[in-house]
């Protein structure tokens, strides 16, 4: 009773395998392509289709951007701006009293007139932070700060951008090329805006995060959210544009000459000048931002496209950090890699149960429709209230493709299942209403028959019930995946018992029938199966030598008349494995033509499955030889 629940426990999870393994097979090959990078740059995009796509909060953005355009150049007479009215306009906005002043422009060579101004305004303004380049490798291409700025209040604008050419991180800290630390304009005004409101920079070291008070900045990893070995030099920290969606005031060069600003405009705000004119070219790629100042301006724009001042980005990343510090809304955070993929084969396991459980196409279309809206949801509302940036486009993938595949693995295993059991149901119609009919006659005109034969009508009767057997077992078989061998008479083998088990049941079972050749058997050598228990069969082979055996041995029975002897062998020679089984009956008859019947051609086609040899031949002095070879190797493929 244990074995046969245990057996058919097996036989379902074999099934199930089935159904399971190209959904496996799917989930392998999604890790495998993201572990490639060729899913990144969709990664990237689906990102920014969600930070796009994420509601606009309101509220004071406690960044104001004083962008220079193209009106203001033709104010001042053109670009570089003179260093005259770069100064009054320090000396303007420091009356508004802001936290901090940042200036997004380069002055390491005099702009005259008013060069003597700007650098008084640089010195007499102690909040103010001036700009330098310091990442590029060639050093003619690095740009100086103001000469008369201290290390502490200046801060490099280099940015990074993505392999797309679109901007979705910011460069906080890093290294020049001389060793020396160097820290980010927008690091650099955050730390003193916060200062401001009592809370102290931590800078951290190598390994260590960024922290403000007890808030620690994300650290980019090289393989963070959609990424894949992505260089994570520094310390960088992957922008929130869902969080600061419409959030950046903007005010103009000719605004704050002309006095037309509002005191609680720049008050306690952090204030940064910067470029916005079209003709510097000052910009970088977006697709995360519903609305930037240059589309702003422009009539035409397209959301996935959008173009972004540099001051502009300065600005974001000022207002994130300050943002996250202050907890109005977080930074962006990422699992762990083994968190991501177990997240990716949770979805795709789901996928698979929902086209196991639902055995429908359209069903499975359904639900997995279902499913991925769900999961698009759910992945916007974690980044959009817990600034979780969670796997999409693999996690998709994943489901879908092994849904699909369990859906229809299993449509067509079920459909092969009702294909064989309507072809054994219209044979048994065929058989019963043709064959077992005329069966039935003949079995009724015997026993009206006063002088019929018992032996005859018993065999007739065995027949009949042995053809109906058939048709019994063959309707079990279906479900069974091939793993019964059914054999004359009434055993049924288990194909997945070892293979010597089952050859001797199959010679006990054949020895036992009622056939004339082993009436008169005096001497038999008892067969031993043993040498081919160390060796793997497949169920096809199992169940072909099964055959070859019975087939073997009933022909003794039926054809070996006055037989004496019956030797079955199983050994391994000269590395082959040999399985023979010689009587010393009548014999072949060498006047008679040979014909090949079912039995010849089945042990044929047995011989070509092991890749061996069948051969049915005289032996001497008197018998028949009916042997099958193969060659003895230690693996078969299963």
Same mark, same amino acid.
């Given at each position: 009773m244990t074995i046969n629940f245990w057996r058919d426990v097996e036989q379902r999870t074999k099934i199930l395998r089935e159904i399971v393994l190209p959904g496996a097979v799917i989930l392998g090959l999604v890790m495998l392509i993201r572990l490639s990078g060729l899913l990144q740059v969709q990664e990237w995009m689906a990102f920014d289709s969600f930070s796009r796509t994420c509601l606009s909060e309101s509220g004071d953005s406690s960044?104001?951007?004083?962008?220079?355009?193209?009106?203001d150049l033709s104010l001042v007479g053109g670009y570089p701006v003179p260093d005259r009215d770069l100064a009054a306009v320090l000396n303007r906005l420091q009356?508004?009293?802001?936290?901090?002043?940042?200036?997004?422009?380069?002055?390491?060579?005099?702009?005259?007139?008013?060069?003597?101004?700007?650098?008084?305004?640089?010195?007499?303004?102690?909040?103010?932070?001036?700009?330098?380049?310091?990442?590029?490798?060639?050093?003619a291409w690095n740009v100086e700060p103001p000469p008369d700025l201290p290390p502490e209040r200046v801060g490099f604008a280099d940015a990074i951008v993505d392999a797309d050419g679109r901007l979705r991180r910011s460069i906080l800290v890093s290294s020049a090329q001389n060793g020396e630390i160097k820290y980010s304009l927008a690091l650099r005004l955050a730390q003193t805006h916060l200062a401001a409101h009592g809370i102290n920079f931590k800078p951290g070291n190598r390994a260590s995060a960024l922290q403000f008070g007890s808030t620690q900045l994300p650290r980019f990893q090289p393989n963070s959210g959609g990424y894949i070995r992505a260089d994570a030099s520094g310390n960088q920290l992957i922008l929130n544009f869902c969080g600061t969606q419409k959030m950046v005031r903007s005010l103009s060069l000719r605004d704050v000459l002309q006095n037309n600003v509002a005191l609680d405009w720049i008050a306690d705000h952090v204030v940064i000048i910067g470029m916005t004119a079209s003709s510097i070219k000052d910009v970088f790629f977006t697709s995360a931002l519903q609305e930037t100042l240059n589309s702003r301006s422009s009539q035409f724009s397209m959301p996935a496209n959008q173009l972004i001042y540099g001051v502009e980005a300065h600005a974001y990343t000022v207002h994130?950090?300050?943002?996250?510090?202050?907890?109005?809304?977080?930074?962006?955070?990422?699992?762990?890699?083994?968190?991501?993929?177990?997240?990716?084969?949770?979805?795709?396991?789901?996928?698979?149960?929902?086209?196991?459980?639902?055995q429908s196409p359209w069903k499975g279309l359904l639900s997995l429709t279902i499913a991925s809206l769900f999961l698009i949801v759910s992945c916007q509302m974690?980044?959009?209230?817990?600034?979780?940036? @969670? &796997?999409?486009?693999?996690?998709? #993938?994943?489901?879908?493709?092994?849904? $699909?595949?369990?859906?229809?693995f299993d449509r067509n295993l079920r459909f092969e299942l009702e294909h064989r059991r309507?072809?054994?149901?219209?044979?048994?119609?065929?058989v019963h209403n043709g064959p077992l009919q005329y069966l039935a006659v003949i079995l009724r005109s015997l026993e009206e028959t006063e002088f019929s034969s018992p032996r005859l009508e018993r065999q007739l009767w065995l027949l009949n019930e042995e053809l109906r057997r058939i048709f019994e077992y063959m309707r079990q078989e279906v479900s069974t995946e091939y793993?019964?061998?059914?054999?004359?008479?009434?055993?049924?083998l288990d194909l997945r018992d070892p293979i010597g088990d089952l050859l001797y049941q199959v010679y006990n079972h054949t020895?036992?029938?009622?056939?004339?050749?082993?009436?008169?058997?005096?001497?038999? @050598? &008892?067969?031993?199966?043993?040498? #081919?228990?160390?060796?793997?069969?497949? $169920?096809a082979q199992k169940r072909g030598l099964c055959l070859f055996l019975h087939e073997a041995l009933f022909n003794v029975g039926k054809h070996a008349s006055g037989a004496t002897r019956l030797d079955v062998v199983c050994a391994v020679e000269?590395?082959?494995?040999?399985?023979?089984?010689?009587?010393?009956?009548?014999?072949?008859?060498?006047?008679?033509?040979?014909?090949?019947?079912?039995?010849t051609l089945q042990a044929k086609m047995i011989a070509r499955d092991l890749r061996g040899h069948f051969s049915r031949r005289p032996n001497h002095p008197h018998g028949t030889l009916c042997e099958l070879t193969w060659r003895n190797r230690r693996n078969w493929r299963r």
């Open positions: 960044v104001v951007v004083v962008g220079i355009d193209e009106a009356k508004y009293h802001p936290s901090v002043i940042g200036l997004d422009l380069f002055r390491d060579v005099p702009v005259e007139p008013g060069h003597a101004a700007l650098m008084q305004a640089l010195r007499s303004i102690p909040n103010l932070i001036g700009t330098e380049l310091v990442l590029n490798t060639r050093p994130q950090i300050i943002d996250a510090v202050q907890k109005r809304h977080p930074l962006i955070r990422v699992w762990a890699d083994i968190g991501e993929y177990v997240w990716i084969g949770a979805w795709g396991c789901l996928g698979v149960a929902l086209g196991v459980i639902l974690l980044l959009q209230a817990m600034g979780w940036w @969670v &796997p999409i486009v693999p996690t998709m #993938l994943a489901l879908c493709g092994c849904g $699909l595949s369990a859906s229809f309507l072809a054994i149901e219209r044979t048994y119609e065929a793993t019964r061998l059914y054999l004359r008479g009434d055993l049924v020895r036992a029938e009622q056939l004339p050749g082993f009436d008169t058997l005096q001497t038999f @050598v &008892p067969p031993n199966f043993e040498p #081919l228990k160390f060796r793997q069969y497949t $169920l000269v590395g082959y494995h040999v399985l023979r089984v010689i009587d010393n009956g009548p014999g072949i008859d060498p006047s008679k033509q040979l014909r090949e019947g079912q039995g």
